[in-house]
């Protein structure tokens, strides 16, 4: 579920957004190893580069990166500013999650290291980001509601069976702490929190819909009386929630804004589209740093020509590979 909303690289660099959004998940990455260690930056999802392009603290948005490929490599002690704080804590506390539902559904073959590795820290997490000012037990409550209504296979409407998702974004977001002395802007980014959930947890029913359909598990797609799996009125869903949040993130942040409108058209391609088998590496937000180091030139109408600059892509790759393995927390 978590990570299903994402614009594709052609897109971001056709809008000029590649600077900012890469600036975005490399703070947030850098952010997430500065606070939990290495191992936790394997855990950055596009959910949270979102939600970092939402951030107004400017310690947090121009703090000081190391060059590449040293970013990937070193804990950079810089970002300790509230928001660097909250989203470390919220990328460990969201893989967290996707994790264990992975392992749940027999999703990953990493069981025994991801448990030893990655789920210990979100207690860590837990702790960090309730400082902050989010209700970390309404938090679990959400989750537990939810995985409740999987667990029975629960039938109702879309907002009813969704209800626990959308309100879990809409406190994640809503308590971005640069935003905590701003009521109204609080309450948009509960709105676009509450908006991103939500399509977050469609989009993930409507690309899974064949396998969950081939293993019995339990398809919101599926499950929602109104929708009952119907592919055009998942589409008319999701195209209209993409139209209101698109709507709403032009409230806070362009940046943000001009991100979503990639990510509409990427994401509803993807999604309602015959698909073909993607791999995982390139589906992972910190791909994005490879691809930063390559040179591409583009007319935005289909043509791409790439180029390696001076190698600096491989040695990226062995970064990340690096980042994974680190079990180190300083």
């Known amino acids: 579920m978590i990570g299903t909303i994402r614009p594709n690289w052609k897109s971001l660099d056709c809008l000029d957004l590649k600077h900012s959004v890469t600036t975005a998940m490399c703070q947030t990455c850098a952010a997430t190893g500065r606070w939990f260690g290495q191992t936790a930056r394997i855990g950055v999802s596009h959910d949270m580069i979102f939600l970092a392009t939402l951030s107004k603290d400017h310690e947090f948005r121009r703090a000081k990166l190391f060059r590449r490929p040293f970013r990937c490599l070193k804990t950079n002690s810089r970002l300790t500013s509230p928001d660097a704080q909250y989203l470390s804590a919220a990328t460990v506390l969201t893989s967290a ?23 210990p820290l979100a207690g860590f997490a837990e702790k960090q980001i309730s400082t902050l000012g989010l209700p970390i037990l309404d938090v679990k409550k959400h989750i537990q509601d939810y995985s409740e209504i999987e667990a029975e296979k629960v039938i109702a409407d879309f907002e009813t069976l969704a209800n626990p998702i959308i309100e879990l974004y809409r406190m994640v977001f809503e308590h971005l702490p640069s935003h905590a002395n701003n009521q109204v802007q609080q309450r948009i980014l ?3 929190g509450a908006e991103y959930g939500a399509l977050t947890l469609l989009v993930d029913a ?58 509409s058209d ?5 999604a309602f589209a015959v698909k073909k088998q993607e791999s995982r590496f390139y589906m992972h937000p910190l791909s994005l740093g490879m691809l930063a180091c390559i040179q591409k030139e583009t007319d935005c109408s289909g043509t791409e020509h790439y180029s390696f600059d001076n190698g600096c892509c491989l040695i990226i790759g062995i970064g990340v590979a690096a980042c994974c393995c680190c079990g180190c927390k300083d």
């Not at 009125?233 to 698109?246: G, M, N, P, Q, T």
């Open 266 to 270: 990427s994401t509803m391609a993807r």
């Open 206 to 263: 409507v690309e899974d819909a064949e396998d969950d359909k081939r293993y019995g598990r339990f398809n919101i797609a599926f499950a929602s009386s109104d929708l009952l799996g119907d592919k055009s009125k998942c589409f008319a869903l999701v195209r209209s929630r993409f139209e209101k949040l698109i709507t709403l993130t032009s409230k806070i942040s362009a940046t943000a804004e001009a991100y979503i409108k990639a990510a």
């Open 190 to 192: 509960g709105e676009i």
């Open 97 to 119: 999650i996707k994790m264990r539902d992975a392992i749940l559904d027999n999703e990953t073959m990493a069981k025994n290291w991801v448990a030893r590795k990655i789920l």
